[in-house]
């Protein structure tokens, strides 16, 4: 069986990006260049920033259709982080809600992609 540990979102500018994402993560990239930009968070996951001008081969969707999911342990957590993403100004695409699979709300990076922060259901 295979296994991933790296998500490529495609960016229109990788250095913009990976300021946006060393902000909202608290980290510095570990790889960082005007068309690539890498993070490893704490979980092992890393996270890659792609030129979408440069990607090969090209892309031709577009942001939005998929979500980056961040976990918090608790409601106050995903209330707490929901109320510093809108300080920084994300643009919040669902404020804090209760679904059918925890509490959870739902931001945009400036190229648009989806990141959503939950806290798994109890029951």
């Not at 998500?7 to 960082?32: C, H, M, T, W």
């Not at 090969?56 to 929901?82: H, K, M, R």
Request: charged fraction near 20%.
């Amino acid at each position: 069986m295979i296994d991933s540990s790296l998500v490529i979102l495609y960016v229109n500018n990788p250095e913009a990006s990976a300021r946006f994402y060393a902000d909202l993560l608290g980290k510095q990239p570990v790889e960082a260049s005007p068309t690539f930009a890498m993070f490893v968070l704490p979980s092992g996951m890393k996270l890659g920033l792609w030129s979408r001008h440069t990607v090969e081969p090209a892309s031709t969707g577009t942001p939005g259709y998929g979500e980056i999911v961040f976990s918090a342990g608790s409601d106050e957590q995903v209330n707490s982080l929901y109320s510093l993403w809108q300080e920084k100004g994300l643009d919040i695409a669902q404020p804090p809600v209760a679904l059918d699979f925890g509490y959870t709300f739902v931001a945009r990076d400036p190229d648009g992609h989806r990141l959503r922060v939950y806290r798994l259901s109890q029951e």
